[in-house]
């Protein structure tokens, strides 16, 4: 049966969204579950893997029973070699037509035939390339372990917003890595209009098909990592929403004036039979905006379904990789510039909360957790520290020196500067952190105590680069 | 979750010409109207099985959807539809009321990808031989009641005759054969209509299940074992030991039970001969054998 794919645009909300469906996809590229198993973790945990053509790239343990909440475990398996031929060509040939300036859509025509049957939404976006915890992506899944950030429903997930992923899991093992390679990319990194392809897996992260020696230009050069990114709509969200109510106010000129407050009542289903419509991380589209033929597809397919070469892949499983430790080296400055990168707490914290005023980061300075009468993060004053932290460091970088050092510079707050302490450590050049660090050190006030270990690591790095 | 790979099923209701969708989600296509309503699995509040059909009812609908067995385009449709709810109910743990049933649930199985020393076996689940080896089990379990009753009744038969009629030396004789006759017969009495009594048991589970006049799925595995319709079944679900508790053999079924219910039939006919040994080996060294 030859592959039908169908693209249309449509307005959200006054935001222009591209839809692709596939029907009789080539199943090549995409993710499948495949139970449980004693040796990875018991029958309470189930194990998904991410494939490509009849390759196994990512195994990953879902604890819990698969609950949606819980971050997975992940490895790389064998990685994808290129050994089939005609997926490696739909990817270098997508990749051309994208920074030949041909549309997503027909740009990407290659890789939606090689996908499992659904709804795709197509976008550009910038991709930090680390696994979201400060480390760069590519050989950053060599072992076995919780990634933070790839629960498929988060703190941004629960609150009902839409997010765009932003981290990265390669497709390829970094034996695949050459300097040849880099250095051809750092030359023609600055004139690409799209730099990466990625294929979204799970929560904030992606797989990236194609542009891995472009990520590590990109980090060198400074250039924003801006990817193609296909993700599956199949998710049914039913819209809840905090009632606006309307409040007649006595100005001070005795004239009515009517203000529109918000109050957060509590959330209601709004009169909508059913689920109001089908989402992916990125979009909410409500099921009267599909187009017909693409919203039959989403109900009558599966989400994921294992593809017809299953028993090719899981045979692969077991093979070891040749080499699992590679020889191949990233440079360092590379590897130093991904630890400074937003990591997952930043980034679920930012779109966890709207704002954080002035006023409202005194509050929690002074060990209050409600700024007139609201809560300002959390009723827990630990959570409040770290979101706030997460979302200063996400969005202002010098609030969130002077919020940190605020923090640990207060005795009574000390539960809260061990993590403080190590949130700021990336900040290895900022010149007000090493002033603090350094009469925390030379000091050696016991109120520092649980500091002090990471403000000598601190003064020691920043000598260190200001020699060099 | 088992099952993961069921396709959705498609029921039209050709009297109001709805169109029904099980699958990741419930969806209902009504006639003349532009999109259909979709529901997903966290908002059923019911389902309810009969003979006949199938009932939905959603949190917040209003009304419910009931959708007949002749609305399937087969009865294999309607055994996956069947399996596509309770393996839902397994996740989302809404309310659900069913007929008896001669297989295990499909929300007592978990896909497994690890399957070792697998038997895997084929056929219809007879229904004499499945009332056979409830009886030799009947029989196992009534010995022992079966002569008490018939001492009892021996002693009170002799008693009332005694209190009745009187002992002498000419009738006594008349009096023990009377006595054990009595004993005998009301024992009897008692053995067939456990007898019957199973066999209707049987009966009344095979009809209330339509999967019992199915090919179906045998499976014993190290990781479980496996009873299902060859139509649903996907080759890597099973029911893991620990559902069940013991196990009892005849001379051709092993019977699995889970309290003092029977939680799945497995014929030996359904293995090839060579097999059957090792099946049995590996349900004995899971289970407890009584």
Known sequence: MSVEIKSDTIDVKGQKITLVSVRGGEEGIGTFTMGANARDGGMASLTKILYVGAEPVVSMICPNGGNKRSDKLMSLCQGFHGYDRKIYDALAVSFTRLNQGDSLTAGLRGIFSLLPDGVYTVYTSDYYPTDGNGAFFWGGYNTMHEVRGTAEVNNAYASGNVFKPCFLIPTQSLDYYSARGFNNALETVGSRLIQGIAYHVSGFHSALLKGHHGSVACVRANVPYKCAVIEKISDPYTERYAPVQSVKNESEDGTAEEQVEEQHIEPQIIEHEGITGFRSPSVKIPIELFPKDMLNIIISSLHEYKPQHFDVITAKLEAVRKKAVTNSVLPLDVLENSEQMPDTGMVESAYAISGLSDEELNCLLAGDVEYNGRVIVSPNFYASIVTACNYLQFTDLKRFVDFSIAIMDNPELSATHEYVAQRVMSQEKNAKLYTFFKSVVESGDMKYEKIINYANTFVERYAKKDRR | ?290
């Open chain 2, 1 to 290: 979750m088992a099952f993961c790979d069921l396709r959705p099923v498609r029921a039209s209701d050709d009297k109001t010409g709805a169109t029904y969708i099980i699958g990741d989600v419930f969806a209902v296509y009504n006639l003349g109207s532009p999109f259909p309503v979709v529901y997903s699995w966290d908002m059923v509040k019911t389902v309810a099985i009969t003979r006949k059909d199938m009932t939905f009812s959603f949190v917040g609908a209003k009304k419910n959807y009931c959708i007949t067995n002749k609305m399937f385009n087969s009865v294999d449709d309607l055994l996956r539809a069947i399996a596509l709810i309770e393996c839902r109910q397994k996740t989302y743990g809404f309310d659900y009321q069913h007929e008896k049933r001669l297989l295990p649930m499909k929300s007592l199985y978990h896909e497994c990808y690890s399957m070792k020393d697998t038997y895997v076996g084929e056929g219809v689940l007879d229904e004499a031989e499945t009332a056979a080896a409830l009886i030799v089990l009947l029989d196992f379990k009534l010995v022992k009641f079966l002569w008490l009753v018939a001492i009892l009744v021996t002693l009170v038969v002799f008693g009332v005759l005694n209190y009745a009629i009187g002992m002498t030396r000419e009738n006594i004789l008349y009096f023990i054969l009377i006595s054990i006759a009595s004993g005998g017969i009301l024992a009897l009495i008692v053995y067939i209509a456990t007898h019957a009594f199973a066999r209707a048991r049987v009966k009344s589970f095979s009809d209330s299940d339509i999967a019992s006049k199915e090919n179906i799925t045998f499976v014993v595995s190290r990781e479980g074992f496996a009873v299902c319709e060859s139509c649903v079944y996907q080759n890597r679900d099973l029911v893991a030991w620990a559902e069940a508790d013991y196990f009892v053999e005849s001379d051709k079924m092993f019977i699995i039970f889970k309290g003092k219910l029977p939680l799945a039939y497995i014929p030996k006919k359904a293995f090839p001969k060579k097999h059957i040994g090792g099946v049995g080996d590996i349900i004995s060294l899971s289970l407890e054998q009584k």
